[in-house]
């Protein structure tokens, strides 16, 4: 399902997939060749949400962004990079993947953390608001 929210209306590229039973709401821009699977909940309602070319959101995700607060001020967005999988049942909230991330099942990455570009995590994994990890490390 693809929402406006307020004035803000989803833009998804024409090659980019998104399967029926995902919701895609708000101030989100999907790249070339990029799949959005089942369940996944995508949710740009107070920041905005990109996801680059080729990467794919795997089932029962959940995307999100964060407000203006005096912890995170201005709010921060959610920015994920080209040919990054993230895996089923996943969180990505307010956080930067970078290009080429594997994000393991089940994980949560919390506000303003970065994942520099090539690392994987692992299923389960919990990275706190803030962290940032280094490119090219499981």
């Not at 406006?4 to 989803?10: M, V």
């Not at 959005?36 to 029962?60: F, H, K, L, M, T």
């Not at 089940?106 to 303003?112: A, Y």
Request: proline letters at 4%; charged letters at 15%.
């Amino acid at each position: 399902m693809i929402r406006s929210y307020l004035d803000h209306t989803p833009r998804i590229h024409a090659s980019a997939w998104v399967d029926e039973q995902a919701t895609v709401i708000g101030q989100v821009s999907i790249g070339k060749n990029s799949s959005i699977w089942p369940q996944v909940v995508i949710r740009g309602d107070i920041q905005r949400i990109e996801i680059g070319a080729s990467s794919n959101i795997q089932d029962g995700s959940v995307l999100h962004v964060t407000h203006d607060s005096k912890y995170t001020p201005g709010g921060s967005p959610l920015l994920i990079g080209d040919n990054v999988t993230v895996g089923h049942n996943a969180t990505l909230h307010a956080c930067t993947i970078g290009d080429g991330c594997l994000i393991g099942m089940g994980s949560i990455v919390l506000d303003k953390a970065i994942v520099a570009a090539g690392a994987m995590l692992g299923a389960g994994t919990l990275v706190p608001p803030g962290k940032t990890l280094e490119g090219g490390f499981l």
